[in-house]
């Protein structure tokens, strides 16, 4: 049959003509090229849609990518995370290999950790060879390469920082005339003064277990345990310090212990409604963007442990088969030029502290941050202390494991 | 094999018949395979994970778990014991009262409120910083800050159960006048005429025949209560929770090997469900026993004003929380700061309504877009079918009436991620067409249950006139039954409705983000917990229902403003 042997051969030599651009992934090395395949394409952006600031920042950014790059972007607001690492995982399993549903995804470390070892990712590195990824401090910042305790090897593009910071009102009674209880004695003793009046989110929610993993932190002899992996015979023996002040302050706790805060924003709402007289996040700006809402009352003020707290940053990634990788990066480089940092800094939009090296920043560049005048409610960078970085990630489920024993089996 | 009668075909509305059940045959097998697949750790998904047996042995091994386990249990027992006992007691006492048909008015907007709204009503209501205590603050009760009390989110779960009880009376009042109308009253007037009291009267008259009716949404309830996830997230039990929300945590952990433990516990989950209704059938068998007994022995219960008076004072609190529930969430929608313990917002503001007008719209006409499309498309459906079973004189068999239900009856959570899956593999997920599918499976089954019985309990010999007549079946069918049957036709229409626009996981699981609904919104939303924005979403959530159920109602009687005997006023219907 020489003429279905003909079609055959025409059909592979378009096939290979075709192919190498399919196969081409978008490159932003070759920024320019990047942009002009990323124009006209539609970003789906899978992000935790529970602000009602955060999505005015990116329906912000949205309009600016589509006035400057012709990209369309659209933010799928999801409750947890773990929804869309899920759907990118049912995909895979599905052989849907190019067209998936998520095109950018805002990840906390232990949901890229995940996606990382399950091949999710979109497989070259990408992040670091984004053009604004030079102003980012990723010289000082360990963070920015390390996310919890996961190395991120330019497969997710950094967004923002943070640190666990308390805050409270200073008007109130308890706190006037004291300074706020800053190391984990002095917060024991509070407790226990101020009987109902404190509590943390159970763990596993990220902000739960941060808080076990802060009070370890400041009860271990050598720090240095932490960074190994927790292994059952000196788990015990490390711990003990943490469940004696945990058993310590627990009758003494918000419903007596029987009840724990959901999550940061629970927390938030229970300082907001004065169930409680301390409450803590991993955005110190949080507290004085309560304040310019109205949730949080002017003398608001923030504080932090004495030695140290954890901080880590938070990112976005692209899965591995995203439709819209061109323009997803170019989302992701958006995010990290001053101009949208310095917007996603001020207090009155959303308060995330930024990437960026102050340092690195040219005249035009700095006055975009030039405006922002953090709140009274915000600690100053000298205020901030040391920042803990984050223990080997199998503190995490062994800490929770213990802690649902312990506290969470009601009994 | 009487049963494999529904898959004989004889005509074309046979062949409708087999494809309803394969529309909720094929998913709903598929989702469970998938489901038994990930917990066994064979299927595709779970392959990942490598091979591990101990998926079960892990959720056993839980901190609580048997707390959470008898959690779900109980939950899912006790919910339905209160709204049913209220349900029927209140209308065997009320049912004859001037006063009834206000109630019944009251309960139709009651029954458009989704059951997270309801919650979050209940929750700014009753929580030691909600608004009863506010109220009383700080010159009654002294307060000057919330008090420590475990009212909301106790460990036993009362707060939860409470939040059920108020949503399933209304379900269970709608079914229940809907099944009245074939009942005969008068066996209750025989029942008194021998010294009966009134209520004791209706219950042994005609509350048996009543349940008959009603026993399969009963069935739904406890399904449902045993298994839901938003009312426990907003007032349930925290350490341990219900076993539900241990479902989800494990299927919202990064540890995506956790995956495989969600569904060996989704498996758990069906089995305590099970177990729920197996009790319930055999507390069905006592009841009945003791009720014989009583009846036997000549007990007469015949002084039961004060009682009449005790479930009339409980029905007009559980309608009133809701209610007063609703009006909170209108205060939250509008306060620009409320704090503790003002009793009313100290500023008050539009700016969320303002602010996302433009994405209520958007997000809520998809919704109404898909409940409409999905409510129609299964009401012709149950149509058909009523119809096919009248035409070839044909009942539905169990195993026709057990697959309608099983959407109900496994809890949602357990097999939405399967279901998930196979829309991907068959690369039909994403779209509205693909959300109202999904709907489909979930709306059917109530439309079914709530239009069959007035369906069936139609006088016939209408029809048979008008064949006499010369009238052919088809006319018979839409000039004679369809508008006689008017109102109960719109009224399951308008639960369909309501029932789609409350659906979240198929919403956002088969629309892979690209069907935002005002559901999806509204719960991504509260995961932030600004009540202004709760507060404006649920309000959207609940008036989209309302609009049909007030249509429902109010289209019969202006149809038949002229046609006396057709006004839906016999039963307030």
């Known amino acids: 049959m020489p003429v279905l042997k003909k079609l055959h051969i025409l059909f592979a030599a378009a096939m290979l003509a075709v192919t190498p651009v399919m196969a081409d992934e978008p490159d932003p090395k070759n920024w320019d090229q990047l942009l002009e395949e990323a124009k006209g394409q539609e970003v789906f952006w899978h992000a935790w849609g529970g602000s009602e600031n955060i999505n005015a920042y990116i329906a912000w950014v949205g309009d600016e990518v589509n006035s400057r790059y012709g990209v369309t972007l659209t933010q799928v607001k999801i409750s947890e995370t773990a929804n869309v690492v899920a759907r990118v995982l049912a995909e895979q399993s599905a052989g ?3 067209g998936g549903a998520v095109d950018l995804v805002w990840v906390n470390g232990e949901n890229f950790a995940a996606m990382k070892r399950q091949g999710l990712l979109m497989s070259y590195p990408w992040s670091t060879d984004l053009p604004n990824y030079q102003l980012t401090d990723f010289e000082n910042k360990a963070v920015l390469s390390m996310d919890f305790t996961e190395s991120v090897d330019g497969l997710e593009s950094p967004w923002g920082t943070a640190q666990l910071t308390f805050y409270y009102d ?11 209880p800053t190391s984990l004695d002095d917060l024991a003793d509070w407790i226990e003064k101020n009987p109902g009046r404190f509590t943390y989110a159970a763990p596993p929610n990220f902000i739960g277990t941060t808080f076990l993993k802060q009070v370890l932190y400041g009860l271990v002899d050598d720090i240095a345990v932490l960074r190994q992996p927790a292994d059952q015979e000196t788990f015990d023996e490390v711990t003990a310090p943490l469940w004696a002040w945990l058993d310590r302050v627990q009758p003494d706790l918000w419903r007596s212990g029987r009840v724990y805060a959901a999550d940061t924003t629970n927390l938030k709402t229970l300082l907001s409604d004065n169930e409680i007289d301390i409450a803590m996040t991993f955005n110190p700006g949080e507290a004085s963007s309560a304040v310019i809402e109205g949730l949080l009352p002017e003398t608001t003020r923030s504080f932090v442990m004495d030695y140290g707290s954890i901080g880590n940053a938070h990112f976005v990634a692209i899965p591995f088969n995203a439709n819209a990788k061109a323009a997803a990066m170019v989302v992701a480089n958006f995010l990290m030029s001053p101009e949208a940092q310095a917007r996603k800094s001020d207090e009155a939009i959303w308060g995330d502290p930024t990437v960026l090296a102050i340092d690195k920043l040219n005249v035009e560049q700095l006055s975009f941050f030039d405006s922002l005048a953090p709140g009274e409610a915000t600690l100053s960078a000298e205020e901030f202390g040391a920042i803990l970085s984050e223990p080997d990630a199998s503190w995490s489920d062994a800490l929770d494991a213990e802690w649902a024993r312990r506290y969470g089996a009601g009994n | 094999m009487p049963n494999l009668q529904i898959f004989l075909v004889r005509s074309k509305l046979d062949m409708l018949r087999l494809v309803v059940l394969m529309l909720l045959l094929i998913p709903i097998s598929a989702a469970t395979l998938t489901l038994v697949g990930s917990a066994f750790k064979w299927h595709g998904v779970s392959e990942l994970f490598g091979i591990n047996a101990t998926a079960f042995g892990a959720v056993v091994a839980e901190p609580g778990f048997w707390k959470s386990v008898s959690l779900s249990f109980w939950i899912g027992l006790i919910t339905p014991l209160i709204a049913l006992s209220v349900v029927m007691i209140f209308i065997a006492a009320f049912l004859n009262s001037p006063s009834f048909k206000w109630v019944w008015a009251i309960m139709k907007p009651v029954l458009a409120v989704p059951h997270a709204a309801a919650a979050f009503g209940l929750l700014f209501l009753i929580a030691p910083s909600g608004f009863i205590i506010r109220l009383l603050s700080p010159e009654i009760s002294g307060f000057l800050r919330p008090p420590d009390w475990l009212i909301v989110n106790d460990p036993a779960g009362v707060s939860f159960a409470l939040a059920l009880v108020i949503k399933e009376i209304p379900f269970l009042f709608f079914v229940t006048m809907a099944a009245l109308p074939q009942t005969d009253l008068r066996r209750t007037q025989i029942a008194a005429g021998y010294g009966h009291g009134q209520i004791w009267s209706w219950l042994i008259s005609v509350f048996p ?6 026993r399969l949404p009963v069935f739904a309830v406890i399904a449902f209560a045993s298994s839901t996830v938003d009312v426990a997230l907003i007032l349930g039990p925290v350490a341990p929770p219900p076993l539900s929300i241990q479902i989800l945590r494990w299927m919202n952990d990064p540890d ?7 569904a060996a516990a989704a498996i758990i989950q069906i089995g305590i469900t099970l177990l729920a209704l197996l009790t319930w059938w055999i507390g069905e068998h006592i009841v ?21 008076l005790f479930v009339g004072a409980i029905m007009a609190i559980a309608v009133g929380l809701v209610c007063f529930g609703i009006a909170l969430l209108v205060l939250w929608s509008v306060a620009g700061v409320w704090r503790f313990p003002n009793a009313l917002p ?21 919704a109404a877009k898909i409940a409409f499309v999905s409510s129609a498309l299964s009401l012709m459906l149950v149509l058909a079918n009523l119809e096919n079973e009248h035409r070839s004189n044909i009942r539905p068999t169990r195993l026709a009436w057990w697959t309608i239900f099983i959407p109900l009856l496994v809890p949602q959570i357990a097999f939405m991620g399967g279901l998930s899956v196979l829309f991907l593999r068959l690369g039909i997920d994403g779209t509205l067409w693909s959300v109202v599918l999904v709907h489909i499976i979930f709306v059917f089954p109530y439309v079914y249950l709530t239009l069959a019985d007035p369906w069936n309990a139609f006088d016939t010999r209408y029809l048979d006139v008008a064949r006499t ?3 052919s079946d088809n006319r018979a069918f839409w000039e004679i039954r369809l508008p006689i049957l008017l109102a109960p036709v719109l009224g399951a229409f308008a639960l369909g409705f309501a029932v ?6 198929p919403t956002l699981l088969i629309g892979a983000g690209r069907q935002p609904t005002i559901t999806t919104e509204a719960v991504a939303l509260a995961s932030g917990g600004n009540r202004r924005l709760i507060g404006t979403y649920a309000l959207v959530q609940t008036l989209l229902p309302f609009v049909f159920f007030a249509l429902a109602s109010l289209v019969p009687k202006i149809a038949w403003s002229n046609r006396r005997a057709l006004l839906p006023t016999r039963m307030g219907q």
């Open chain 2, 469 to 471: 007549l010369g009238k």
């Open chain 2, 500 to 505: 789609s626009i409350a659906q979240y996981l």
């Open chain 1, 96 to 98: 849907r290999d190019e």
């Open chain 2, 346 to 366: 100290e500023i008050w503001t539009f700016k969320s309504w303002v602010s996302q007008f433009q994405n209520l719209v958007e997000t809520g006409w998809r």
């Open chain 1, 170 to 180: 200073s008007a109130n009674p308890s706190f006037v005339g004291n300074s706020p």
């Open chain 2, 288 to 308: 009945l026993h003791l009720a014989r007994m009583a009846a036997m022995r000549g007990w007469r219960f015949k002084r039961d004003l004060p009682f009449r």
């Open chain 2, 209 to 214: 025949a009543v349940y008959l009716q009603i």
């Open chain 2, 256 to 262: 995506l090997a956790k995956g495989s433990i969600a």
